[in-house]
């Protein structure tokens, strides 16, 4: 079964609301699009559409969900975000600002291994959408899903936004990982020992154990890890080659979140007092205050102990 065509408005004309547009006009949707670089107005691209999508970069959430607060939309229409990151001001998520600014309306979270480059390729890929309003997980499920995009849909929308903003941080360790040709066996336990650690902070802050072993979190994990596609993968090859962070984001040219998620991601560990060791040494690496071979060898000389405990991950696995 698939839903009637609607009229979609898309906030951020970047990588991912491009490739997200695209998917929606596959399906046969109207879309209009939206963001500061266009110079158009917010308030005539949102004005009755059916679905409000944002693919803002982080530092955009807010300004931009302050504007559509202001905005009277269709009653009851969903607001979809896209957005990978944490608040600076707040460490609030994209899906929390979203929700405290516009509580009128169903908030779901579009989030998994979705490499913006392979999607406009027209390969396939799956994703997420999460709310704690199932009836609009659904609906957004059905204006995006087609053969070249699967949706599944879940009930825990922190849990699904924090998989995929989380994993940013690991990419930026795997990118150091595979720039320092430190092999596959060395890859195997940054990622696997990623994991815990992800699930560790993401149900400290809400998020649901099972959530982070799906698509928007080991999943999404798998990919930003692998792929030199990946903008956050290639911040910690290029620091394990030798250039200067402001070297390797100028090149870059694009948003990495995951410079910013690791900042914010060690002043809530400090705070709320939860281990995070890879998160720690990227944090370290991406503030000048060891190089990429020391933040290697932290990891390997930290205290001996058993793989799994209750620290490790929760008791209920
Ligand atoms: N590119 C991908 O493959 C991909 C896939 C999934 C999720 N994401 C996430 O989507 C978000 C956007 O990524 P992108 O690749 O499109 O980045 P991008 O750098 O290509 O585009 C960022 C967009 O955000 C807008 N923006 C930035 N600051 C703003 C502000 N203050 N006010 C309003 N708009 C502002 C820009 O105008 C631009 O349209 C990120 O959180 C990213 O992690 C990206
Ligand atoms: O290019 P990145 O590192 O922002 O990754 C893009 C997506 O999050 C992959 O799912």
């Known amino acids: 079964m698939s839903s009637p065509p609607k009229v979609l408005a898309i906030l951020g004309a970047g990588a991912w609301g491009s490739a997200l547009a695209g998917l929606a006009r596959y399906k046969g949707h109207q879309v209009r699009i939206w963001s500061p670089s266009l110079g158009n107005s917010i308030e005539e691209v949102v004005a009755d559409v059916d679905l409000v999508l944002s693919a803002v970069s982080m530092p955009g959430v807010s300004p931009t969900s302050t504007q559509i607060q202001s905005i009277k939309l269709k009653e009851n229409i969903p607001i979809v975000t896209a957005t990978k990151g944490l608040d600076t001001e707040t460490t609030f998520t994209p899906s929390q600002i979203w ?25 396939p890929a799956t994703t997420v959408v999460a709310s704690e309003d199932i009836n609009a997980a659904k609906i957004v499920q059905q204006v995006f899903s087609s053969k070249r995009f699967r949706v599944y849909t879940s009930s825990d929308p922190v849990g699904t936004e924090l998989g995929g903003t989380l994993k940013n ?18 890859k195997a336990g940054l990622l696997t020992r990623a994991l815990p ?8 802050l809400g998020g649901q154990t099972e959530t982070f072993f799906g698509l928007s979190g080991l999943g999404d994990m798998l990919t930003t890890c692998s792929s030199d596609l990946s903008r956050n993968y290639r911040v910690g090859y290029g620091l394990a080659q030798g ?26 560990a400090r705070r ?10 990227v944090y370290r690496l991406l503030n000048n205050q060891i190089s990429p071979q020391e933040a290697v060898e932290a990891l390997m000389e930290r205290d001996l102990k058993p793989e799994f405990s209750e620290k490790t991950i929760p008791p209920k696995l």
Do not use: F, W, Y
């Open 169 to 186: 941080v690991m990419a930026i360790a795997a990118g150091v990982c595979d720039g320092l040709h430190l092999g596959m066996n060395a």
């Open 99 to 123: 929700s405290s600014r516009c509580s009128d309306h169903p908030i779901v979270v579009l989030s998994g291994p979705n490499l913006s480059k392979e999607i406009e390729q027209e390969l």
């Open 197 to 204: 650690e992800i699930i560790r902070i993401g149900t400290h």
């Open 243 to 268: 250039k200067t962070l402001e070297q390797v984001l100028s090149d870059l040219g694009s948003t990495a979140e995951g410079v910013n998620t690791t900042n914010v991601l060690i002043e809530i």
């Open 272 to 281: 709320e007092q939860i281990n995070v060791p890879i998160s720690g040494q």
